[in-house]
Nanobody
Framework: QVTWVESGGGLVQPGGSLRLSCITERTVFSPMAWYRQAPGKQRELVAAITRTGTTDYVDSVKGRFTISRDNAENTMYLQMNSLKPEDTAVYYC?????????WGQGTQVTVSS
């Protein structure tokens, strides 16, 4: 069983940047991912990364977001640049191999002028 804590969210103006962090309790060897859930919408996969660094992104964030991980520090990051109001959501970290049964509190990202 692996637990984690998300942090780094906040209020930012359109065009601004934020970096989210996900610190896991134990070492993770399987892919990790960032998800988000906007008000009134279903949770969606934003970006995923394997232990070795292979990444994938949802089309809406390609070129703006960068997912990374530091395995030695058990931390995954999401660098978000050129933020748009439609990026507003609660962002969650998770490990798909666990079955996505458990979810943390997430971290709120609000993009507004």
């Amino acid at each position: 069983q692996v637990t984690w804590v998300e942090s780094g969210g906040g209020l930012v103006q359109p065009g601004g940047s934020l970096r989210l962090s996900c610190i896991t309790e134990r070492t993770v060897f399987s892919p990790m991912a960032w998800y988000r859930q906007a008000p009134g919408k279903q949770r969606e996969l934003v970006a995923a990364i394997t232990r070795t660094g292979t990444t994938d992104y949802v089309d809406s964030v390609k070129g703006r977001f960068t997912i990374s991980r530091d395995n030695a520090e058990n931390t995954m990051y999401l660098q978000m640049n050129s933020l748009k109001p439609e990026d507003t959501a609660v962002y969650y970290c998770n490990i798909p191999a666990t079955g996505l049964v458990y979810w943390g509190q997430g971290t709120q990202v609000t993009v507004s002028s």
